[in-house]
């Protein structure tokens, strides 16, 4: 069974930074292209980055280039969110989702994790 | 940028069909898919490929895409149908989301 777990949300300052991290089971991850994608609360879904299986092709939203850097450890079946100089609107549930191929859509996401910017 | 519009809710009765739009330029040149969304679950793929259903989607999702419009088709709508439904589409190393639709049956 695919599962994807994610971990690493909590209240952050505007400013700061945190990690986010999602691991993966049930199926061979480093065949699979990954993205982030974040939903504000009561709002939609906003893709936020991706990154190829051997993390030669990494793509951003442009509301995040700059401050956040997507990884992967296809040893230890992980994706990373590193997230820097985090604002206010950052605040959102974000969800780590499998994608069978570049990007056209994603098969299996996660439960979600909920990043706080606030003061 | 690439933009999906949606409209913002659709309604529909029991046992009828509902049909959601998403709009974009030259939409039916790329793939889209949909994901079903109800309060407080993450998003399940419905549609992919324009007109794929993933293995456990019931037969009474189907999808379209021609022209600007992609439309996704609920025949014979049920209660548990009711939910927010997002389409998709790649666009020049991004993906984007349509705004989403609400489907109210009642």
């Known amino acids: 069974e695919v599962q994807l777990v994610e971990s690493g949300g909590g209240l952050v300052q505007p400013g700061g930074s945190l990690r986010l991290s999602c691991a993966a089971s049930g199926f061979i991850f480093s065949s699979y292209s990954m993205n982030w994608v974040r939903q504000a609360p009561g709002k939609g879904l906003e893709w936020v980055s991706y990154?190829?299986?051997?993390?030669?092709?990494?793509y951003y939203a442009d509301s995040v280039k700059g401050r956040f850097t997507i990884s992967r450890d296809n040893a230890k079946n992980s994706l990373y969110l590193q997230m820097n100089s985090l604002r206010d609107e950052d605040t959102a549930v974000y969800y780590c989702a499998r994608d069978p191929g570049g990007g056209d859509y994603f098969d299996y996401w996660g439960q979600g994790t909920l990043v706080t910017v606030s003061s | 940028s690439y933009e999906l519009t949606q409209p913002p809710s659709v309604s529909v009765s029991p046992g009828q069909t509902a049909s959601i739009t998403c709009s974009g330029d030259?939409?039916?040149?790329?793939?889209a898919c949909w994901y079903q969304q109800k309060p407080g679950q993450s998003p399940v793929l419905v549609i992919y490929?324009?007109?794929k259903r993933p293995s456990g989607i019931p037969e009474r999702f189907s999808g379209s895409n021609s022209g600007n419009t992609a439309t996704l088709t609920i025949s014979g709508t049920q209660a548990m149908d009711e939910a927010d439904f997002y389409c998709q589409a790649w666009d020049n190393s991004t993906v984007v989301f349509g705004g989403g639709t609400k489907l109210t049956v009642l």
């Open positions: 030259k939409l039916g040149d790329r793939f």
């Open positions: 990154i190829s299986t051997s993390s030669n092709t990494i």
């Open positions: 490929h324009d007109s």
